[in-house]
Each structure stands twice: as C-alpha cells, then as structure tokens.
C-alpha cells in the first residue's frame, strides 16, 4: 500500500514539475534582487494571516511601518481562524485571581513531557515572558476571554484562556478589524508567495508572489502543480515574515516526513496548509528540525470532515470531566487527561481492533461537564449532530453498541475514583476536576478518530525570531519566522493551547524588531 | 544547563561566520557555473570515502568514467572503517546454505519494527534485491567473509555477514586497494568539499573544495569555522554524488535536532561527522527527513572514548548469548536481543539510577559465547582493558560490585530460560541461540554506555539513489546521494548491520548509473 502510494505520487506530481521549474529564476536558487524591477515597495512583507501574521503586522504597523501582508487563500486566518481559539496565557489575571499557582519551570516542563524533551526550552521560556503582552494585544482589538480557564490536558494547572465564542476567529476576526482600518498595513487575499529575492549579500529584500491566484483543492500537491495568477514583486526594505503555517495537508511532503501518513488520512488542517514556504526559505539557507513528527488531534471526530464542530466538547467536556470507553469492551484505556500524542496513540490502537479500522473510542461526559465550559462547545455539535444527547447511561450504551454491564460498571469505578480524588486505573488527575463525575443526565457523547493536526517541523529560530542559516550559523539578514512554520518549541508533540501563544509571541516579537 | 549551551554555541559560532560567508558566491546561494573557472574536469565527483562512495567509485571507473573522490580527512573510510564490519545480506550463499528462510518481507518488516514505521520502505526493498550484488562487489575486491552468520539484535533471523578481522576495515582496505590501482579513478585525502556548482538550469555541474586541508578537532563546528586550504574547483560533467555521512559529531547541528544531546556527549563516530555537505545540498533544493532520530549505540563502554573496542563483544557475545544487569539489583531490564532504541532507552534509565549517572549496565557471557563468535571480538578489548575475564561468577560479581545473591539467581534463571526455550521476562529469544547459556566458565563481562552513532536524518532520494528537489518534486539534475547523509531508509532507528549494505546498494546504484 505504502510503496504504491509512494509511486503514485511520483506520477501526478511530475505533470506540473517541468514548467515551474522553468518559471523559476533557476531551478535551485531564489531571485536575485539585480534582476528584478520591484512591482511595489513595502517596509515589511508578511506571509501569512494566521495569529503570527496579524500579531506581527499590528506590531509593526505601531511602529509607523508600512506593511504588506500576503494570503493565498480567499479569506484570512488560516488554521488559526478554525481552531478552538484556547491559548495558554501563563500567569493572566484569571489565573493569579484565582490563586493558581503557575511558574515559567512548571509551564516549560509541561511542554517538555509530552516534548519528549525534544523542546528548544529558550523558546519556551519567552511564550512564558511575553504572554501577558499577548493577552493586551488580542484585548487592545476587542477579543474577549471567558473567566473560566480552561485545564487543558498534558497541564499541571489551569493556565488556558478561551475566546468567548469558542473559537479561534475570535482573536483573528478583531485582529483582522483592526488592520482592515489600517492606512499602514495592506492585505492582499488570493496572493501567493512563490520565493525569496535576495541580493548578492544573502540579504532577503523581497518577495516574488502571484496575485489573482485561485487555490485548487483537486490537485495532489497545489504548490507544485497551480500555475493560476499574475506574477508580482514586493520589496521589502526592512525585512520579510514568514508566518505560513504548517504543512497538515500537504499530501506530497508529509507522506515523505512521515510514511504513515498516506493521503487518505483526514486533517483538521484548512485545504492550503503546505510545506512550500517553508521549503522555499530552506533553499536560501534556512534549515528544518522535527519534520517527521505529525500530530494527530485525538478530539475530531470520524462523524465530520475536517476540524469540525466536536473538538471542544470532546476535549473539555469529556476528556477533562468525563471518560472515554472501547467500545467493544465498554472500558476505559487511557488516561483522558494525557497529551496527545498519548491519547492519539492510545486510540488508533483501539480503532485497529476491529478489521474495517472503525472501532471509534466513545467519549461520555454528563450536565455538569457541559455547564461547566462554554455553552458552545456542546450546542454546536448537538446541532450538527456529532454530539449525541441522552437522558440514561443504558440509551447511550445502547446507542454505540457497548456492552451495557461492562460500560456501567465503567462509569460506577470512575465516579468513584472522582470522589476518593485518586484515579488507581489511569492516574488521571481527578482531584483537580471540582468533583464533577458521569452521574446527572442528561449524558452526552461524541466518538473519537484523531486527525493531523500540527506539523512539530519547521525552520531553526532564535528568541528574537530570526530564521538561522545553516552557512553561517547566524541569523539570514532579513529573514524573520513564527508561528507552526517553525519547528523547535513544542518538542515531538504540543501541548494544547500553547500554539496560539507561540504564534502571537514570535508573531509579536517579529513585529516589534524587523527594521528597529 | 540546556539553555547555557545553547547560548555557548552561539557565541562560538559567531567567530568565523562573518568570513566564510564572504568567501561563498553569496551568503544563500551555490557557485554559479558561469562565474567558474575549473581547475580540473572528470566525469563524476564523489564526496566521501566511506562504503557508499567507493562502491560508487568501482562501479563507475568499470564503466570507463573518469572519477574523482573527495576526502576531507587525512585517511580514507570516514566511519565505515571503524565500525564492527557487519553487513545485512539475506539471501548470501551461507544463509542459504545453512536453511535459514529469509525474505523481502521479513527483511521490511524487521526494519519497520525498529522503525517505528517510519522507514521507507521502498529503498528497503532495493536493499533486499541487490544484496548479493555488494556481497559480489565486495568479495571481486577481495574482502573476506566469516562462514558464522551474525544474529544481530532486532532481526529475526541470522541474516548479516561478518568481515574475517571484525572491522569495517575489512571492506574499507581492499576497496581502496582496487581504486588506488585504478588509472580512471583520484582520491584526494585532506580535500574538503565546500559547495555545488550549478548552471543556470539548476544542474549540479561541479564542486568547490580546499586542498590541504587539515581538520580540526579542536574547533566547535569544524565546517564554519575552518579556514584551512587551497580553493579548487572541479568540474563534474555527469554528476556529482554526496557521499558524506552523517553527522554524529557535529555538536551545533545535532543539538538543535535533539536539545538533549549536548556538546559532552560522546559519539561512535570519527571526528569529521558534520552536517556541512548535507546542509549545502539543502540550499540547491534539496530537503531533509528525520533528522531529529539520533540514534545511540547501545554496545558502547564507559571505560574508552569513541567507539572502542568494546562494541562487538557487548552485541554479540554478550547481547546475543549472554545477558545485561543492573549493577543497583544484579536483575535483567530489557530484552538483549531488541533494536538499539528499545536497548538505550532502558540502558539510559538504568544508567541514570545513581546519582552521578554512572549506573551502568554490566554485560555478561560465558566462554561457549565467545566461541561462538569472531576470537577478535573477545581478544581485541581484553587486550584493551575494556573486556574482563573471571573463573566465576563470584569474582564476576564482586569486581562490578553486583549484589551477588539476586545476580546468580538472574543468571540461574535465564539458564532455565535457554533450556526452556522462552524467556516469560522480557521475550528474547533464547529458543535460537543454540542452547548457549551462561554456565561454562571462563566468563566474561563488559560495561554499557550509549554513544551517539548513526543519524537517520538525512535527503531524501528515490530508489535510484537520485536527490529529490523541493521545488520540482523531481531529481536535482546531476545530483545523487547515498549511505548515511541520505534519510528515510531505516526510519526512526535503524537495525544493527544494516547500514553497510544500504552504503553498498546505493553506492553502487549511483556508481552504475550517474552519466549513464
């Protein structure tokens, strides 16, 4: 199977190979800034309209800068306007009112456990430094954050903040507000980066990208084989970001990072999540780390395409109250409140058990899980009918075809481990849930396939977000990265919520240094 | 302590950037061929004078090609000349002649397993089907072959041929005896390779190297900071193969792929191992997998620096027929006969049971083991000091303070395994060792210290061994790679033995078909 995808690969993408690479100033080397007659002049290029992109164009743009930022796809936001708009925020004003106890050692050690100690810890510590600053930016826009704080599993405390209406969009829809009104800052949609132009220093002055561009899901490797738009190059006086995200959906490149991962496999990822920005920064120096670890979200469900609507529940509703159960057994396995590459883990195992591959892990919570979170962690779902809604444990046995006996006996020995605060099975952290156990109904429940989520792999970065080249060993003059684009801080596999203060702190930090 | 080494690098590696950066064409970009003025013209350039590069040297110069092999050190044979000279070869005549059933898919699977599915398995299976064809090129130079098959750690069947003085040497010293006789063929030692040229199509067309070179092993990161020698260039006009190796000893990249190998770690491996040549290759285009997977040799000794003496003993007297204990209990921790990753992780965690992180495991065998395997193997580090000898198991004990009562219990036990044919502990598997066991004195016993050895990142190629460019999806023109600098064959962990005849296969396969 492997071999044969492998090989069909090989086929489809040679179609489009020969013309780009034409197209190209040379097939291995970027534009060299001699031979270009710039279209437009910016201070600063941004690539990319995630949490990253909008971070570093408000930065920039108080600066007095004028900035141009880029988006391939129709509208702005990326992966970051379709998450679930949780992010660790260390210390802030919830958490210290609250009295939990939180320190830079805790929340790096955190990331480094379920990091395999993979980690890049200097990193770590400046998302620790600048969260603050990150909560004032989003604020300063109008987002919003619900007091409840969210204790988002593979954490030792409660340290998550979560945007009022459940999802990312609500840091992106105020960034993007605020930026639209900004006579600095221009935002092209449907404008695709192609490569770096750089002169005979090394220096990247400017980008070569393709407006009018029209991204087509049909094609195996969009990069590679889209030939739509009209050629265009930007300067960039100060320096350019790159802010383009992960490579979740990028057919070609993470099969070869990870074989395992055959086309097949479904992502929580937006369709334009590609490696191509990425690699074309690798062929002016930059290099990459981490790239075969994939992570796979073990909240989405095999009941919906894509992200979906049943990430939030299952994640905070069940895997932090509840409990998730085989459903051919009707027992637990895992401990819901691990990291995910652990739960991840844990589940493809129990999917494998039946021969179709489709032995889906059911997740349980009760009233008390769903009034405990956001109210639209649950509505949602229900309405697009990937959460299901019981009034007794026997009809949602009977519902996912559990053995009823089995499955009771389940939630009977996981309440009480709620109320001995000691879980002897699993050793999930029951004692830190306020004594919310699966007893008052109605019930609710989701199933679980985990889908690719984050690309751990990207660029070599230091703490000021400049892209390391592997010539010199130092920073690529005018050459700055944030966000999944980079690899490094998150180790083997992120924890939940710590993305979106990643991409805002580098995002942030890049906005505040390029041309300064 | 990880941050404060980090930072050290950088200070370091400060020192030489500004310089080397001005000597390249430009800071980003490969020498352009039309800026060039050869000094020397051959048909193919080969970089490394490992397996990989003279097997492609012998296969070319026996097509009639002009070939010219770069070595930056002052012998030939790079790592491949101090290794333990064990190479995979199923289907050899003493395989077969012996009836042990071998096969492709049991030879993937295998790798697979220790992989963690992360190889790719298409270059295994060319691995598999051009066996015999480096068994032949080997045996043609006149290597010789030990009739007693290894039964490497993590096969499932004895599968690996053995060099008769139990040394890479043994294929290294009678490869370069045919080349250096060889009119078609030059080597340059202490000529390091600096960068590719390119034509205007992004066609590989030549090298950059310095003659007289003289490494340094003093220096942090020998490729920025070494200044030494006289510049060349050397015009290839069929292409150019990336024989380098990998990059074990090159503390700057290494740590960034994996923050928990610092700088004191000690490596199997030759001081040269950097990741300099691969690097280059990634700013013409091409691009790395795996790179994060550094794999620790689990037969190393405490007791010598570098690879040592040791290995060969500990792996195959010891690993295969006898048994490893925990100096703190005198009990087994692992499956001996497991994959090298399954063996360090539990060593590392044995190891760090003492405070000063000196637990190390002691290995032990009786003399039937040592019998049973190459004399060399035992002579080599007895005569080193690193292997010691005892007429019991008492004396054995109390020289490596093992508590002796619970160690001769273990060793009464795992006799009772080997008789019994299963091992209920940990499921080594005792039923194909030949019923040795550890009973017959003189016994013997080494100490374990995992050592940096191989690293599975690397480019990623195709079955033809020709480099794959991130902008065309397709071969770099005129480029090839083969051996360790290459990625994705062995996955996350490679299997014992079978890096020579990848080096081999793919060596070969660049040999007879770059110009071709």
């Known amino acids: 199977m492997q071999d044969v995808s492998r090989r069909s690969f090989l086929k489809i993408s040679a179609v489009g190979a020969g013309a780009l690479a034409l197209g190209a100033s040379s097939a291995t080397a970027a534009q060299n800034a001699k031979d270009v007659k710039f279209d437009e002049e910016y201070d600063i290029v941004i690539i990319g309209t995630g949490f990253a992109g909008l971070a570093a164009a408000i930065k920039a743009s108080g600066r007095g800068k004028k900035v141009l930022v880029l988006e391939k796809m129709g509208r702005a936001g990326g992966n970051s306007v379709i998450n679930g708009g949780n992010m660790a925020a260390p210390m802030n004003k919830f958490q210290v009112a609250q009295g939990i106890k939180d320190s830079k050692e805790l929340f790096i050690a955190d990331a480094v456990k379920d990091g395999l100690g993979l980690n890049h810890t200097d990193l770590l510590g400046v998302m620790f430094d600048r969260s603050n600053d990150a909560v004032d930016l989003l604020t300063s826009c109008g987002a919003e954050f619900s007091d409840k704080l969210i204790f988002e599993s593979g954490h030792s405390v409660a340290r998550s903040l979560q945007s009022t209406n459940g999802s990312g969009s609500g840091y992106i829809q105020p960034m993007m507000g605020k930026l639209q009104n900004d006579p600095n800052v221009t935002i092209k949609t ?74 097949s496999i479904d992502s929580t990822n937006h369709p334009g999540s590609s490696a191509g920005a990425m690699l074309a920064a690798n062929r002016i120096g930059a290099f990459t780390l981490l790239t075969s670890w994939i992570q796979f979200l073990p909240y989405c469900s095999p009941d919906e395409k894509g992200f979906g609507a049943a990430v939030n529940f299952t994640n905070h509703c069940c895997n932090t109250y509840g409990l998730t159960v085989d459903p051919k057994t009707g027992k637990r396995f895992m401990d819901e409140h691990a990291g995910r590459k652990i739960k991840a883990d844990a589940c493809f195992k129990v999917i494998a058990e039946s021969e179709k591959n489709d032995n889906y892990p059911v997740n349980v919570c009760d009233s008390q899980a769903v009034a405990a979170r956001n109210p639209v962690y649950t509505s949602r779902p229900l309405e697009a009918g990937v959460v299901k809604k019981f009034n007794t444990l026997e009809e949602l046995a009977k519902a996912y075809n ?46 679980t396939m985990p889908k690719v989520h984050h690309t751990m792999g990207g660029l070599e970065i230091n703490t000021k977000a400049q892209v390391i080249s592997s010539l010199t060993h130092e920073p690529i003059p005018g050459l700055w990265a944030a966000g999944e684009v980079t690899g490094g801080v998150h180790g083997a596999s992120r924890l939940g919520t710590y993305a979106i203060l990643d991409c805002m702190v580098f995002g942030m930090i890049a906005g505040e240094t390029i041309g300064a």
């Open 190 to 263: 449907r404008t695709k980066f192609d490569d770096f132009i750089v002169d005979d220093s090394g220096r990247v002055v400017g980008v070569e990208a393709r407006e009018e561009y029209k991204f087509d899901p049909k094609l195996f490797s969009d990069d590679l084989e889209n030939k739509s738009g009209e050629k265009k190059s930007y300067k960039a006086k100060d320096g350019v970001l790159l802010a383009s995200g992960g490579y979740g959906r990028d057919l070609w490149y993470r099969q070869i990072q990870d074989p395992r991962v055959v086309p």
């Open 402 to 447: 559990l053995p009823l006996e089995p499955f009771l006996k389940t939630v009977a020995d996981y309440n009480s481990y709620v109320k001995a605060g000691k879980d002897p099975e699993f050793g999930k952290v029951v004692d830190k849930l306020d004594g919310i156990d699966v007893s008052k109904p109605p019930f609710y429940a989701s199933r």
